[in-house]
């Protein structure tokens, strides 16, 4: 049979499409059939490359005896977390309200106004974990949705009005303060052995390694005049989390590109499922390493990455672009990890005994193996990065395509190729690699043909269709990107373009009367609160990425309206960041910004061909603006020139770029 969502272009919804569940898509009239036959809704949310949400989809949806539960009692309603942002990140709030933690699979219960009763994530067919079976679950929410209804919905009045008293107050922190404080926490949650934070799993948060970077390089200038000798320390912390990834079994050593998180301390063992934003945010951080230390593994490890996506998740080229895909699962044949493990009867099979020996020596694959009985091929044990094995992971790769495949979800996310755009405009402009300019120009466009009206921007694409109204992220995120790409180009269009998305956005979705952004346009949510999210997860938050848009457009352009914007966001989100301002990175790097503007240069071209070979040449934060000879801005000894401003202090005009401006790491 199928149900309500064949006709979906969710790859996640279609996964569910020949359930015995009847599943309806988020819609009116799902919500109007609750009311009508006076039935509960159970709202499952999740996404297609998640582990746990395949295990709950073959233990319980694919159950006949749990689906007839859920087609007598209740009415089912499916929806993909990476579509909708909003419904995702109200009902988490709710799952994590109830639960302490949240997760996907999240699965609400609640009535047919939206007003959730009971929350929870991944419930198994039968009781183990110390969790209830799923149908014994359902049959008793039925129970008490027959015989004790008022008790049962006085629980979805509770935790409604607790969620619209979580907005803190506006009690303000000197934001100054914050980014020392957010840097002490990280430094007492380092793993000085095996790098990363705190214990198992460990998520790779490039905003974090970011944050940190940025905070080095400041540092590092300041402290001979104040005596402070962190910034070494601080730069180490991420160094050894940036190379204990690369080495370990998180990075794809086969076919590059990062995973999801570490299981273990190790960063030996990942969740095998590959997201686009990980991937794109991991590149910017390798990037911005590579700019302050000038190590090449850090370059090469951006390349590869890169590569990765580059190779496997970005869609055939057309006229209007090429658009990058969201994620490749975890699981293949059933078993998660199966696609990226070895044994090293394989190895030697594909390499032959002599080659083969090699590769595993320096790979740590063995007869008995390192992960389950078989190899995650891994570099933690190897003290020589040097070899080259390039023909043999080449081998490697072909035969374990061959060998089984990776679901693709095929997506076209809005926000996510906007991550990606930025960071291949950052890896262009220290490599001056065309290749991967092009693919983020190709990138954008394929943003402005097929995902944007006007100023009017949709969250995602598959298939020649979009998938509805943009978010506050999708806005955010493609306003970095469009001037990651001005700094890439020095095309003013892409300027322009990003000053024009960063006001619909102010305009569609800031709070004028208390400050921040919500995540849903303004009066356009459909459900019982619009959230402004703050919290930086595992990407930034809106709000942060807002407060660094707003202080880089300010810096740039002097445009006095983004200024003072900048400084209410600034207060807004100090409110926010002040009990643990190590979530807040993004926000961490927007005020350091503030208070640190880097240097602001205005070129002087005499020629337009004195500009192709600038922007590798200029720091990754550095606020470039072109301007043509002028009484103002002459011409020094007829040649391009500079003219260069840091604080309040502006140069002489130069014919060379004045001082060392490399030592900012994080891209504008």
């Not at 090469?300 to 057309?318: F, G, I, W």
């Not at 490697?396 to 095929?410: A, E, Q």
């Not at 503030?594 to 922007?615: A, T």
Request: with cysteine; proline share 4%; hydrophobic share 35%.
């Amino acid at each position: 049979m199928s149900n309500h969502l064949k006709n979906e272009i969710s790859p996640y919804l279609l996964q569910h499409a020949e359930n015995p569940v009847d599943w309806y898509p988020w819609c009116t009239e799902a919500f109007e059939k609750a009311k009508k036959e006076d039935k509960p809704v159970f709202l499952s949310i999740g996404y297609s490359t998640c582990h746990w949400c395949h295990v709950m989809a073959h233990e319980s949806f694919e159950n006949k005896a749990v689906a007839e539960i859920l087609n007598r009692d209740f009415i089912s309603i499916k929806v993909d977390r990476e579509e909708r942002p909003d419904i995702d990140s109200v009902y988490m709030s709710v799952c994590q309200a109830f639960t302490g933690n949240g997760g996907w699979p999240m699965s609400i219960f609640m009535n047919w106004d939206k007003k959730p009763f009971f929350a929870g994530t991944y419930f198994p067919v039968k009781r183990r974990y110390g969790m209830p079976g799923f149908g014994d679950l359902l049959d008793e929410i039925a129970n008490q949705w027959k015989y004790d209804r008022k008790e049962l919905l006085s629980s979805a009045d509770q935790i409604i009005r607790h969620l619209k008293k979580a907005e803190p107050g506006h009690k303000e922190e000197n934001s100054k303060n914050m980014p020392k404080r957010a840097v002490r926490i990280f430094v007492d949650n380092f793993d000085s052995k095996y790098g990363g934070f705190g214990e198992a799993p460990k998520f790779p948060t490039p905003h974090n390694l970011l944050f940190l970077t940025l905070y080095a390089a400041l540092e590092k200038k300041d402290e001979e005049k104040e005596g402070n000798k962190d910034s070494g320390d601080i730069l180490k912390m991420v160094e050894k989390t940036l190379t204990q990834m690369r080495k370990g079994g998180i990075f794809d050593q086969i076919g590059y590109g990062f995973s999801r998180y570490s299981t273990d301390k190790y960063f030996l063992a990942p969740h095998f499922e590959k997201m686009l934003y990980d991937n794109a945010l991991l590149t910017a951080a390798y990037v911005s390493v590579y700019a302050i230390t000038k190590n090449h593994f850090y370059l090469d490890t951006a390349e590869k990455t890169a590569q990765y996506v580059l190779r496997e998740m970005t869609c055939e080229e057309t006229s209007d672009g090429r658009g990058f895909y969201s994620a490749q699962d975890a699981d293949s044949e059933g078993v998660e990890g199966k696609y990226y493990t070895f044994t090293l009867a394989e190895i030697e099979e594909v390499l032959g005994e002599e080659r083969g020996k090699a590769f595993a020596g320096t790979f740590d694959i063995s007869a008995e193996g390192n992960f389950e009985g078989v190899n995650i091929p891994n570099l933690l044990k190897s003290e020589d990065l040097n070899s080259d094995f390039s023909g043999e992971i080449q081998k490697l790769y072909d035969y374990r395509k061959k060998r089984s495949k990776l679901h693709l979800d095929d997506k076209i996310l809005t926000s996510w190729n906007s991550m990606m755009i930025a960071a291949l405009s950052m890896l262009s402009r220290v490599t001056q690699k065309e290749e991967y300019l092009k693919a983020a120009t190709d990138g954008q466009m394929f943003i402005e043909k097929n995902l944007s009206e006007g100023l009017a921007l949709y969250t995602g694409y598959r298939k020649g269709k979009c998938s509805g109204k943009a978010f506050l992220d999708d806005y955010a995120f493609y306003v970095t990107a469009l001037m990651e790409l001005y700094h890439a180009t020095l095309n003013k269009e892409y300027l322009e373009k990003a000053k024009g998305f960063c006001d619909e956005a102010v305009k569609r979705f800031f709070d004028k009367e208390k400050g921040g952004f919500y995540l849903s346009g303004l009066g356009s949510t459909e459900l019982f609160m619009n959230p402004k999210e703050t919290y930086d997860g595992a990407i930034p938050s809106g709000n942060s990425l807002m407060a660094y848009n707003l202080v880089r457009l300010h810096q740039l352009t002097g445009r006095e309206e983004y200024g003072r914007l900048a400084q209410k966001q600034i207060r807004f989100m100090s409110c926010h960041a002040q009990n643990y301002p190590a979530g807040y990175s993004m926000f961490m790097i927007a005020s350091l910004l503030y208070d640190n503007p880097p240097e602001h240069i205005v070129v002087v071209p005499k020629r337009s061909s004195d500009l192709e070979k600038l922007p590798n040449r200029l720091s990754l934060l550095a606020n470039v603006v072109i301007e043509a000879q002028s009484g103002k801005y002459p011409l020094l000894n007829d040649r391009t020139t500079f003219y260069v401003c840091k604080g309040h202090t502006c140069y002489p005009p130069v014919n060379m770029l004045y001082g060392d401006l490399t030592s900012f790491p994080f891209p504008q």
